[in-house]
Structure formats: C-alpha cells, structure tokens
C-alpha cells in the first residue's frame, strides 16, 4: 500500500508519534478539533449571509483565498507569525491540493443543484466508511476495530433517520453526485496525505501555498462566470460586513483545517465534518425560519454521540510494534 514519503526533518511536531503522547501534544490535537469544529459548523451561515448580500459565490470564495494568503504573508512578513518562503518545490507541491479543493467545491454545488441538504447529508454520512477502507489500501492504517465501525454505521444510519423525518430522499442528477463523492474521497485521502508528506517551516505555510494557489484558480473561475454580476452589485454595508466576515472566518478554517488533517487520520477527519454539519444544522435551527422536527433532531443528537464513541484506527506499523512489546500503544495518532 501507497504511504506518504518520511521527511528527514520538519520543524512541526510529527504527527503519528509510536510514543504515548503527552498532555502537550493531547492539547495540541484538542485546540486544533475545536478550532476547526467551530469554523467549520459558522463557516456555511456565513457564507450564506455573504453569499445573500453579495450573490456572486466565485467571488465570495476568491475573496477568501486572497484574505487567507495575503494576511498570513503580511504577518508573516512582520515577524508575527513563522511562515514559508516563496519556493517552486513547495508550490509544486501544493498545486493538487489546491486544485482538489477547488474541485470539491464545485462539484458540492452542483450536487446541491440536483439533490436536497438532507439527501446530500446522508450521502456524506456515508464517506467515512469509504474513506476508512480506502486507508487502510493506501495509506496504511488499520481497518475500524467493531467499537469504530458501529459508530459509523450509526453516524449513517441517524443520518439516513434525519432525512425520513424531516424532507426526503431527492436525486435528480446521480452523476454529480457519484462524481462529488469520487472527489470528496480523493480530497480527504490526498491531502492527509500530502501533509504528511510536504516538509513545511509551519502551518502557516500549508495556509500560504494552498490559499495561493486557490485564488489564482478561484480568480479565473470568477473572470469567467461572474464578471456582468460584480458590475451590477449594489454594495452596501451589510454586504461588505458580511464578505468581511467571511473572510476573516476563512483565514481561521483554513488555518485550523490543516492543523486537525496533520493531527488525526483522515477518516476521523471526515467524521469531524460531519459533525460540523449537524451543529450547522442546530444553528440554523436558531437563527433561521425553517426548524427541523423533534425527531430529525433526535437522530442528529444520536450521530453527536457516535462521533464521540469513533476510535480511530491506528497505522499498521504501530500496531505491530505493540505486538512486538517495543513500545506503549496510544489512543490518539494521526
């Protein structure tokens, strides 16, 4: 099985260390979940309310990229904050990343297009198990133990209770979403393992070389698409607070994304999301006019604690160390 490529050296702690980890490194790992679990779950109402008052969503999204490379190197050049020179080697690197998230991007809204929110919640409720398999062929991880794999087929199964009670199963176009699903899968793997596997100063680096290359994309996608919309937008102040929000939003998710990839495996990564999703749902809950039932949200609550209960799976090597007595197991690797 394919495995990222061991840097010599790297000046980030190594994720996946075979020792027990200490309380540095669980705090590590905490502050990157919840820094990425509340980005993520403010990230799709703000991008609503953005996209509301500004409706021009390329634009919306080249906005972010720039705010995000242009503020890290700004900071950067301060001395604030460590971040990478300006290197082809790296911008080589990162040109698939880029190129997969956007592609990810696009290919969710045009899934959204042809299939409603719940129906495309249960089919991402789905990709953890997809996910983990395609991990444990590629990138050398252990299949769930049972615990794990009953914690993904209750996230499925709740996902799949949400959309019987509140909406219903609406596809009108399965070939987005089978290629939606093909690149979700591609993105999750691909860039864990690219991150583990591209020698960076920080991770404000990964933030810098990814954001750049995505506004370069992003900035051709909206010359081609959105050029007689921004000519004709009323700017007013809520638009411009709300594009401003976002893009402050997006140098935090993008900052906190990296940090929990180079911190778990990718399916706990996937699961993450998901769960970022479900608490999307409960704030839309409060803040907006359609509520979901009593019992749509009972099967959400319960897909919260499977999440909770998922073990993630160890790599193979480590595992066969601890056959071998050479060293402690941990509960917590990349």
């Not at 990222?4 to 190594?14: I, V, Y």
């Not at 020698?199 to 994309?217: C, E, H, K, M, P």
């Not at 160390?321 to 050479?326: D, L, N, Y």
Request: with cysteine; glycine share 6%; hydrophobic share 50%.
């Amino acid at each position: 099985p394919l495995r990222p490529p061991t840097p010599r050296s790297q000046s980030l702690p190594r994720p996946g260390s075979s020792r027990m980890p200490n309380s540095a490194t669980l705090c590590g790992n905490s502050f990157a979940v919840v820094g990425y679990g509340i980005c993520s779950s403010l990230m799709l109402v703000v991008n609503k309310l953005a996209v509301h008052y500004l409706p021009a969503p390329s634009f919306v999204l080249l906005t972010q990229f720039f705010a995000s490379w242009f503020v890290v190197k700004a900071f950067g050049q301060c001395g604030a904050i460590e971040v990478d020179a300006l290197e082809w080697r790296k911008l080589r690197a990162f040109l698939p990343i880029s190129a997969a998230f956007l592609a990810c991007v696009y290919a969710n809204m045009k899934t959204l297009q042809f299939a409603n929110v719940e129906t495309f919640i249960v089919f991402r409720a789905s990709t953890p198990l997809a996910i983990s398999i395609a991990e444990w062929w590629f990138l050398g991880r252990e299949l769930p133990n049972a615990r794990s794999l009953a914690c993904l087929v209750v996230l499925l199964c709740s996902a799949v209770g949400y959309m019987f009670f509140d909406s219903q199963f609406v596809v009108h176009g399965y070939i987005w979403v089978a290629v939606w699903y093909a690149i979700f899968c591609f993105d999750q793997l691909y860039i864990k393992f690219a991150v583990d596997g591209t020698v960076v100063d920080s991770n404000w680096g990964r933030v810098f070389y990814t954001n750049l290359w995505a506004s370069i994309l992003a900035g051709a996608i909206t010359a081609a698409t959105e050029p007689r919309t921004l000519m004709t937008v009323h700017w007013t102040p809520y638009s411009l607070g709300a594009l401003g929000a976002s893009s402050a939003l997006g140098v935090g998710m993008s900052y906190f994304a990296f940090l929990c990839r180079a911190s778990v495996s990718a399916t706990c990564f996937t699961i993450i999301g998901n769960v970022c999703k479900v608490l999307t749902v409960f704030i839309n809950v409060l803040i907006w006019d359609k509520h979901a039932s009593r019992e749509g949200l009972g099967c959400l609550a319960i897909s919260l604690v499977a999440a909770a209960l998922y073990e993630q799976a160890p790599k193979r090597q480590d595992t066969e160390a601890t056959r071998s007595g050479s060293y402690l197991p941990v509960a917590s690797t990349s």
